[in-house]
């Protein structure tokens, strides 16, 4: 019998049939993103709720003039595929997670929150790697060392609690995915 090779129009399984807001929480560069992604291949009826995308529809973004503006797009577009029937994934709830915990509450879908972190010299050494990754061509989020400074501290003073911590130095993106979807199926 011949093996029909999957591609990304197939449908995938749901992690469960009941719907979740995740926040993957963590500083810069802490490995959120890579995270994020393997769950969002992985797994169907989720919506990824990245800031980053809306950023990147700004033709003019700016960190200090639009901030505000895409956190509210972001948790607009959030709203909207939890009313939908779609479960949510974040990365980072740097801007206000009060104002993500009102909006699991509001929507009746239990929170979640994963804090990934790496040492500093690993954080910096991959803050390095996005620059050159940026002069490559790439579409990075943040190359600003200011900013990449600002947003480390503005994680050590918003971080959520959380019984899912991980250090992304310590474990791949993947395994750091399985857990977070057992511990989902454990407590959904």
Not at 33 to 59: F, H, M, P, Q, T
Not at 144 to 149: A, H, I, N, T
Request: proline share 4%.
């Amino acid at each position: 019998m011949k093996k029909i090779k999957e591609n990304k129009f197939m449908r995938k399984e749901k992690i469960s049939d009941k719907q979740f807001l995740l926040i993957i929480n963590g500083p810069s560069c802490g490995g959120k993103s890579e995270v994020a992604k393997v769950i969002l291949e992985r797994y169907g009826g989720i919506y990824n709720g990245k800031s980053d995308v809306i950023k990147w529809l700004i033709s003019d973004y700016n960190s200090s003039t639009h901030k505000n503006i895409v956190f509210e797009m972001t948790l607009a577009t959030i709203r909207v595929a939890l009313r939908r029937g779609l479960s949510a994934l974040t990365e980072g709830a740097l801007f206000g997670p009060e104002r993500l915990v009102q909006l699991a509450k509001k929507a009746s879908v239990p929170l979640f929150v994963i804090n990934i972190e790496a040492p500093e010299d690993v954080l910096n050494a991959r803050f390095l790697d996005r620059i050159e990754a940026k002069i490559g061509g790439a579409r990075v989020a943040n190359i600003d060392p200011k900013r990449f400074k600002e947003l480390k501290s503005l994680y050590a003073e918003t971080k959520m609690e959380s019984p899912l911590e991980f250090d992304s130095s310590r474990q791949k993106p993947e395994e750091i995915a399985d857990a977070v979807v057992k511990y989902l199926r454990e407590n959904l």
